[in-house]
Protein backbone atom coordinates (compact mmCIF):
# COMPACT_ATOMS: atom_id res chain seq x y z
CA UNK A 1 0.00 0.00 0.00
CA UNK A 2 1.22 3.64 -0.67
CA UNK A 3 2.34 5.96 1.79
CA UNK A 4 0.29 9.05 1.05
CA UNK A 5 1.39 11.08 3.16
CA UNK A 6 3.14 14.43 3.19
CA UNK A 7 6.42 13.23 4.56
CA UNK A 8 7.19 10.93 1.65
CA UNK A 9 5.41 12.69 -1.09
CA UNK A 10 8.18 14.99 -2.57
CA UNK A 11 6.03 17.21 -5.15
CA UNK A 12 4.01 17.83 -1.78
CA UNK A 13 7.12 18.54 0.51
CA UNK A 14 8.04 21.36 -2.29
CA UNK A 15 4.49 22.48 -2.58
CA UNK A 16 4.28 22.84 0.87
CA UNK A 17 7.72 24.45 0.91
CA UNK A 18 7.24 27.06 -1.14
CA UNK A 19 3.94 28.27 0.22
CA UNK A 20 5.31 28.46 3.68
CA UNK A 21 8.45 30.57 2.47
CA UNK A 22 5.60 32.52 -0.06
CA UNK A 23 3.03 33.19 3.32
CA UNK A 24 5.65 33.50 5.95
CA UNK A 25 5.08 37.29 7.75
CA UNK A 26 8.54 38.49 5.81
CA UNK A 27 7.57 37.86 2.55
CA UNK A 28 4.10 39.14 2.67
CA UNK A 29 5.76 42.83 4.37
CA UNK A 30 8.45 42.39 1.62
CA UNK A 31 5.71 42.23 -0.92
CA UNK A 32 3.64 44.55 0.68
CA UNK A 33 6.00 47.22 0.74
CA UNK A 34 7.65 46.88 -2.64
CA UNK A 35 3.53 47.44 -4.01
CA UNK A 36 2.79 50.58 -1.70
CA UNK A 37 6.35 51.91 -2.85
CA UNK A 38 5.27 51.51 -6.25
CA UNK A 39 2.39 53.25 -5.87
CA UNK A 40 3.68 56.16 -4.05
CA UNK A 41 6.59 56.42 -7.29
CA UNK A 42 3.86 56.65 -9.34
CA UNK A 43 1.51 58.76 -7.44
CA UNK A 44 4.63 61.21 -7.16
CA UNK A 45 5.58 61.07 -10.46
CA UNK A 46 2.21 62.01 -11.53
CA UNK A 47 2.07 64.91 -9.40
CA UNK A 48 5.31 66.41 -10.24
CA UNK A 49 3.64 65.90 -13.98
CA UNK A 50 1.00 67.86 -13.48
CA UNK A 51 3.11 70.87 -11.80
CA UNK A 52 5.11 70.43 -14.68
CA UNK A 53 1.97 70.59 -17.29
CA UNK A 54 0.27 74.17 -14.62
CA UNK A 55 4.10 75.60 -15.04
CA UNK A 56 3.82 75.13 -18.28
CA UNK A 57 0.42 76.30 -18.83
CA UNK A 58 1.04 79.42 -16.40
CA UNK A 59 4.14 80.64 -18.56
CA UNK A 60 2.08 80.55 -21.68
CA UNK A 61 -0.41 82.47 -20.10
CA UNK A 62 2.02 85.31 -18.65
CA UNK A 63 4.04 85.42 -22.03
CA UNK A 64 0.36 86.26 -23.74
CA UNK A 65 -0.77 88.50 -20.73
CA UNK A 66 2.84 90.30 -21.31
CA UNK A 67 2.19 90.78 -24.98
CA UNK A 68 -1.45 92.04 -24.78
CA UNK A 69 -0.59 95.00 -21.67
CA UNK A 70 2.47 95.71 -23.93
CA UNK A 71 -0.01 96.23 -26.95
CA UNK A 72 -2.28 98.08 -24.85
CA UNK A 73 0.03 100.29 -22.91
CA UNK A 74 1.77 101.01 -26.66
CA UNK A 75 -1.87 101.87 -27.63
CA UNK A 76 -2.80 104.05 -24.94
CA UNK A 77 0.62 105.54 -23.36
CA UNK A 78 -0.57 104.30 -19.92
CA UNK A 79 2.85 103.39 -18.79
CA UNK A 80 2.09 103.13 -14.98
CA UNK A 81 -0.83 100.67 -15.65
CA UNK A 82 1.32 98.71 -17.46
CA UNK A 83 3.58 98.47 -14.95
CA UNK A 84 1.12 97.25 -11.98
CA UNK A 85 0.04 94.41 -14.72
CA UNK A 86 3.52 93.44 -15.39
CA UNK A 87 4.54 93.14 -11.48
CA UNK A 88 0.80 91.39 -11.08
CA UNK A 89 2.16 88.83 -14.04
CA UNK A 90 5.57 88.37 -12.55
CA UNK A 91 4.19 87.30 -9.36
CA UNK A 92 1.94 84.86 -10.55
CA UNK A 93 4.73 83.19 -12.48
CA UNK A 94 6.72 83.26 -9.23
CA UNK A 95 3.95 81.46 -7.37
CA UNK A 96 3.42 78.63 -10.00
CA UNK A 97 7.11 77.79 -10.36
CA UNK A 98 7.07 78.05 -6.23
CA UNK A 99 4.32 75.31 -6.57
CA UNK A 100 6.23 73.33 -8.52
CA UNK A 101 9.41 73.41 -6.61
CA UNK A 102 7.40 72.49 -3.43
CA UNK A 103 5.38 69.88 -5.48
CA UNK A 104 8.90 68.11 -6.66
CA UNK A 105 10.21 68.71 -3.07
CA UNK A 106 7.60 66.57 -1.75
CA UNK A 107 7.64 63.87 -4.09
CA UNK A 108 11.53 63.42 -3.57
CA UNK A 109 10.94 63.55 0.07
CA UNK A 110 7.88 60.68 -0.29
CA UNK A 111 10.23 58.66 -2.03
CA UNK A 112 13.56 58.53 0.27
CA UNK A 113 10.78 57.58 2.72
CA UNK A 114 12.14 54.05 3.99
CA UNK A 115 8.89 52.32 4.05
CA UNK A 116 10.17 48.75 3.50
CA UNK A 117 11.68 48.52 7.18
CA UNK A 118 8.35 49.65 8.92
Do not use: C, W
Not at 8 to 16: D, K, Q, S
Amino acid sequence: MADNTHENNPVANAINSISTANLSTEAIHQSTAGKAYSAMALSSAIAVQDATNHLRNIETLTTSATAAALSKAIDNGNTEALSTTLAEIQTLLINSQNNFKIVAADAREILKADIVSK
